[in-house]
Structure formats: structure tokens, C-alpha cells
């Protein structure tokens, strides 16, 4: 397996404050970078890390049992984070990290259909229980809906003619593989764009967000972290597109807005302060180092809000 470089790693764990006791949620294990990293900080806390590929799990139990035990792994989405942690009878936390990258290993095992580069049946499930796969999207939805996803969350000036495409070919056959995908992708995109950038990136990207639900669960999944965090507790979250990036600013900008009523006086009443602040107001986006050795990390950008009362 190829190694995963988990992206902006020390900012990251940096952001979350850490203490020797600290209650830490990383709610995507993936391969363990960030699990680790934490894991090795906080000696007489204890760890909560969500995952639903069941291959990241067995993976990072081995690596995360070589560091210590004080961890616990939930096979879940993290939509499900207050319920699944209210079970163990933890009902706040000190710190909470969300990174919303597809693990390195997933996009390189070939067979995970994923990848526009390797030839695999269309599946990109990060849960392998999941009725919903790739194929069941370019074969079975509509040609408005297709549009409507490529446009959504892939932002492809294409998308019109892509999905008539693809719409047009599975009339004689369904569409098996990756690169069978990609050659019908690439007849619908003029050669000079094809030239630019890979013709098939976004609208890859945007049949894994609607296979695995990951603009829906987001917001939810925010919400209920917000609400875990304790007072002087914080989470940061690693996006890798805009649309991920425009929800959590979105999120966070609301926690931390002052009253309109109150706004601009000189003494603010401490009832009418907002519970969290920003703790930078602009997004952190990885050092020149990071991009050199990790061209994936390019897109990443990290948001931090700490509860402050």
C-alpha cells in the first residue's frame, strides 16, 4: 500500500490545542495520519475515530495499537457523531477534527473505482454496504439529474454535454469501467480544455459526493460537533473543494456572529456575545514544503473555531 501523507498535519493537531488529557473525536480515520499524531499527545486522554471503510479501520487499529490503547474506533459516518459517542457515555469533548480528503490508499487501489487514471468497475462506495454505487448513478439517473450533480457538486462548464453523452452510450450498453467513463467524458469536452486539466477530475469528484452523501451529511455532522465541544474546546476541519469549504465558513461565521440588535456598541453585554470566535479568520492553506512533497495537498484549506463561553 502506498503511504498515506496525511495533509496539514501539525497545523491541523496544532489547531486542536491538545493536552495531556485531552477527549479528542477525529471523525475521518482514513489510514491513521492524524489518529496517530494525536494519539501520541494525549497519554491520559482518550480518542473517538470514526470510519466506514471497514480496510482504513483494520489498517489503523494496528497502527494506533503500536502508540497506545486509550482509542476507540466507530464504524459510522460522522453524521451519526453525538449518537454513536452518547453510547459511550461521552457527551462533550475537547477538541474535534473532520478531514474531508479521500484517503491516498483509496484513491490508489485501483479496484476501489475511485480513480480516473486506472481501469476499475465504477463503484467509489467508501462504505461497501452502501446499496449506491457509481455505476447504479451513471447507469440509472436521469440525464436532468445527472446534469444537475455534475453541475452541483463537480462545477463542470461541461456538464450539459457529458451527461447527454453518457445518456446516449448506455442506450447500446451500460457503462462498466472507469476509463470506459472517462473515454465518454472525453468526447464531450473540447480538446483545448482536455489540454488544461483532466476532463474527467470533476465529474469524478462529483459522483463520489453523491455517492457517498458528503455535501448532505456536512452540515449535520457540524452541528452536532459545535454542540459536543467544550468551553475552551475546539474543531477544524480540512476541506478539499469549495463547496465543503463554503458550508463549514458558512457554519462557523453563524456561531461566531455578534446580535445585530447589540452589534457596534462600545461595552456588549457578555449574554449577547456569540458562543464561539474564529481562531483565524481566514482559512490556513499548506506551506510551499507541503505542496512540494504532497501535490494532493493543493487544493486543502483548514477552519478552526474554538467555544469561548
Known amino acids: 500500500m502506498e503511504k498515506h501523507i496525511s495533509v496539514l498535519l501539525k497545523e491541523s493537531v ?7 488529557d485531552s477527549f479528542i473525536v477525529d471523525c475521518t480515520l482514513g489510514y491513521g495520519g492524524h489518529s496517530s499524531y494525536i494519539l501520541q499527545r494525549i497519554k491520559r486522554g482518550a480518542l473517538f475515530a470514526f470510519d ?22 466507530i464504524k459510522s459516518n460522522f453524521v451519526n457523531l453525538k449518537e454513536e459517542l452518547e453510547k459511550r457515555g461521552v457527551e462533550s469533548v475537547d477538541g474535534i477534527l473532520f478531514d474531508l480528503g479521500v484517503s491516498s490508499p483509496q484513491l490508489d487501489d485501483a479496484s476501489r473505482g475511485f480513480s480516473y487514471h486506472e481501469d476499475a468497475r465504477l463503484d467509489m462506495r467508501m462504505n461497501k454496504d452502501n446499496p449506491l454505487s457509481a455505476y447504479e448513478v451513471v447507469n ?10 455534475f453541475y452541483k457538486y463537480g462545477e463542470d462548464k461541461f ?5 447527454r453523452k453518457i445518456v446516449e452510450y448506455r442506450k447500446t450498453k451500460p457503462i462498466e469501467t472507469t476509463l470506459e467513463l472517462v473515454e465518454i467524458i472525453k468526447t464531450a469536452v473540447p480538446m483545448k480544455e482536455r489540454l488544461k486539466k483532466h476532463p474527467a477530475r470533476q465529474i469524478f469528484q462529483a459522483i463520489r459526493i453523491e455517492v457517498n452523501h458528503e455535501l448532505d451529511v456536512l452540515e449535520p455532522a457540524l452541528e452536532q460537533a459545535l454542540s459536543l465541544i467544550k468551553v475552551g474546546g475546539r474543531v477544524a476541519v480540512i476541506t478539499f473543494h469549495s463547496l465543503e469549504d463554503r458550508i ?3 457554519v462557523f461565521k453563524e456561531k461566531c456572529k455578534i446580535d445585530d440588535k447589540v452589534k457596534g456598541l462600545p461595552n456588549i453585554p457578555d449574554e449577547h456575545l456569540p458562543d464561539f470566535k474564529l481562531v483565524v479568520n481566514k482559512a490556513i492553506l499548506p506551506s510551499e514544503e507541503e505542496l512540494k512533497q504532497n501535490a ?7 477552519r478552526v473555531i474554538e467555544k469561548v463561553k
Open 14 to 20: 496544532e489547531a486542536l490545542n491538545l493536552k495531556d
Open 52 to 73: 466506514q471503510d471497514s480496510e482504513a479501520i483494520r489498517h489503523s487499529t494496528e497502527r494506533l495499537k503500536a502508540i497506545g490503547t486509550n482509542f476507540t474506533i
Open 140 to 149: 440509472n439517473y436521469s440525464e436532468k439529474d445527472l446534469i444537475k450533480i
Open 159 to 163: 456538464s450539459k454535454s457529458i451527461a
Open 248 to 250: 463549514v465558513k458558512n
Open 296 to 302: 494532493r495537498s493543493r487544493s486543502a484549506k483548514l
